[in-house]
């Protein structure tokens, strides 16, 4: 199903540079640009999804939006099984893949 923009679900994953490693000056940043060049959720014809830094230590680590709106989780889980889909499984999904990335990108930023 192919929703128009202002219909998808906005998943932003927070991501802490503690993910990367003990360093404190590893790039979180460019490991998030990276992530999203590389990872392919099953989904996108309804959902975009953005890796973002964790800036806030109190930060939730994966927010949902629709139009400029915060939903809350329940509302997102109910938005995507109305659409055939399950939150919890594109959540374990991105985290898996984003588990994998990091070890390729942390051995791509020590060769170069």
């Known amino acids: 199903m192919l929703l128009p923009d202002n ?8 991501l802490d540079k503690s993910c990367l490693g003990p360093k404190e000056d590893e ?20 959902i975009n ?3 973002t830094p964790k800036t806030v230590s109190l930060a939730k680590e994966v927010s949902y939006h629709i139009n400029g709106k915060t939903l809350l989780p329940a509302q997102a889980t109910q938005y995507i099984e109305r659409l ?6 594109l959540e374990m999904d991105f985290f898996s893949k984003t588990a994998r990335l990091i070890d390729l990108f942390l051995r791509y930023k020590l060769k170069v």
């Open 84 to 89: 055939g889909g399950n939150l919890k499984d």
């Open 49 to 51: 999804w953005s890796a």
């Open 27 to 46: 790039p979180i940043e460019e490991f998030c640009l990276y992530a999203m060049k590389k990872i392919k959720l099953g989904s996108e014809g309804w």
């Open 7 to 14: 219909r998808k679900l906005n998943i932003i994953f927070s």
